[in-house]
């Protein structure tokens, strides 16, 4: 089975702290993405990576960063956390651009 | 560019009765088609796709979508509802070319199964 992890479930932290966001897939997969979700919006690709090193921005990369040192692992970064985002973070993996996404259980961000 | 709409934002729908959850997509290219379930409190868990071939897909769990391409919708439907079908569902869709990454979602609709 296909495994997704993220480092943790729920996360609370304050204005201006900066947040790492951790997540890791187990089977070799060439892609990775970070998504956040909230209610009434769906889920918004934040950025992702297709391979390691590599990034691309999604739809709202403004500020959040992205590392991807190896293969397995993917971070989501936020430099100066802001209230706006207190969000859910999705984490997915895919072992080719035509391939299914797998999502890990999330993370739950508050910042105050 | 794609988008995805998703028309019903909560359906509320009595235990055995049949359901309709609706999306319709806009797109300028060719596209794959998902739908994912997530259950209260975890990640999104593909239910089924349309990558090609019949345009009526099943999940293993009682569910089946079809592709229209001349309306753009891919309806997700269910004959009879469980309690455990309680869960918010998500369509996707994705572009079919080479490097086509992104995946882009509908807003969700909480599907609510009442005893």
């Known amino acids: 089975d296909v495994k997704v992890t993220q480092s943790s479930r729920y996360l609370v932290k304050r204005t201006g702290e900066k947040v790492f966001l951790e997540c890791v897939q187990d089977?070799?997969?060439?892609?990775m993405f970070w998504y956040r979700q909230d209610p009434g919006l769906g889920l918004r690709l934040i950025y992702f990576s297709y391979d390691v090193k590599m990034k691309e921005k999604g739809d709202i990369p403004e500020g959040y960063s992205v590392s991807r040192e190896k293969k397995e692992r993917f971070s989501l970064i936020l430099e100066s956390a802001s209230t706006n985002q207190t969000s859910m973070y999705l984490c997915a993996s895919s072992l080719g651009w035509g391939a299914e996404q797998f999502f890990g259980p999330g993370t739950r961000l508050t910042v105050l | 560019a794609q988008s995805v709409t998703q028309l019903d934002s909560q359906v509320p729908v009595f235990e055995e009765a049949p359901v309709e959850l609706r999306c319709n997509y806009s797109s300028s290219v060719s596209v794959y088609l998902f739908w994912y379930v997530q259950y209260p409190n975890q990640g999104l868990q593909l239910l089924l796709k349309y990558l090609s071939g019949s345009t009526l897909v099943e999940s293993i769990n009682g569910f089946e979508a079809e592709f229209n391409k001349s309306q753009t919708s891919f309806h997700l439907r269910k004959p009879s509802v469980h309690i455990s079908d309680t869960a918010e569902y998500f369509c996707?869709?994705?572009?079919?070319?080479?490097?086509?990454?992104?995946?882009?979602f509908g807003k969700g609709t909480k599907l609510s199964v009442i005893p």
């Open positions: 996707a869709v994705r572009g079919t070319g080479a490097g086509s990454y992104q995946l882009t």
């Open positions: 089977m070799d997969h060439e892609n």
